[in-house]
């Protein structure tokens, strides 16, 4: 039986974009991967243009084609998790729908992926086409990955990977976590790659990528780093930050102490101390509390038939 490759395309706004972008994928498929069943997903992401009717229309030339149209917009992270949750193939590639991936790149992803016996490879955008301000935002995250979460490739906002199936079926994206499922993979024990790829400019549209979206990528930085060095054993990290603030404390212990028998100060009358131990103790719950909660949503979702986004049509 021919393998099958299952490609997941994620809209928003895109419309203009659709047309050159399925008949530059239809040649690559057909060219490379001529002996394989190809499956497109297409996932359109609540968009307000005429995104939605362009995808019918291609749709309507090839029924291989599955839509996919959310209620509204999520994010990249849930339509890259409605069009997984949806297909059939062996092999999986996601791709933006804004044509600044190259199509050509697939076969080198795949050809990466069975040279290593790797479970996922990602593309590099060595040459960025973006903006000054996105690339600054993006070299300011690239410092910060590796220093925090070290899943070893040096461009994890790029969209366009190649993937396993096992890889996929293991993944329940949310936020903008998409840009981060590189580290969930090393965390969940897979085996990753990285490879150059084009990375074209962006002819019709804008960038979606903006200051709002960096925040929360930089906060969703710090959940992947304490999911993968603390969730199995939170004790560890909870235990360190108990000790040291016990420490800290004792140390204002004896200051205020020293104060009294020294400089004849009151202990009722040392402001600093009093204030030091609780903001430490107030900032430690906030953290902690956030944290946990963060966790208990996580659980929520992975064992609940609760949906986090509604799917309004698929054709």
Known sequence: ??????????????????????????????????????????????????????????????????????????GQSIAMDAGFKNIDGDIVVTMDGDLQNDHKDIKR??????????????????????????????????????????????????????YRKKVTDNLNLRAEIHRYIVAISKINGFKVGEICVNHRVR????????????????????????????????????????????????IFFFVAFYQKIIMDVSLNRSGWLFLGIFLVQVGIII??????????IRNYYNNSYEKRYIIKDIL
């Open 1 to 74: 039986m021919n393998k099958k490759i299952s490609i997941v395309i994620t809209f928003f706004n895109e419309s203009g974009n659709i047309n050159s972008l399925f008949e530059e994928l239809q040649k690559v498929l057909d060219k490379d991967f001529s002996d394989w069943e190809h499956e497109l997903v297409m996932v359109d992401d609540g968009s307000v243009d005429n995104t939605w009717n362009e995808l019918v229309e291609i749709k309507q030339k090839n029924n291989k084609i599955k839509l996919i149209r959310l209620n509204r917009n999520y």
């Open 109 to 162: 992803l795949y050809d990466k992926l069975e040279k290593d016996s790797l479970d996922l490879v990602a593309g590099n955008r060595k040459q960025r086409k973006d903006p000054l301000s996105v690339r600054i935002i993006t070299f300011v995250a690239k410092f910060l990955r590796k220093l925090l979460i070290k899943d070893g490739v040096e461009d994890s906002g790029c969209t366009l990977r190649i």
């Open 203 to 250: 002819e019709n549209g804008v960038s979606k990528y903006n200051w709002k979206k960096s925040i929360k990528g930089f906060i969703d930085l710090f959940y992947i780093w304490f999911i993968g060095k603390y969730e199995s054993r939170p004790l560890h990290f909870f235990g360190t930050v108990g000790i040291v603030n016990f420490i800290v404390g004792v």
């Open 287 to 296: 953290f902690i509390f956030g944290i946990m909660i963060d966790i208990m």
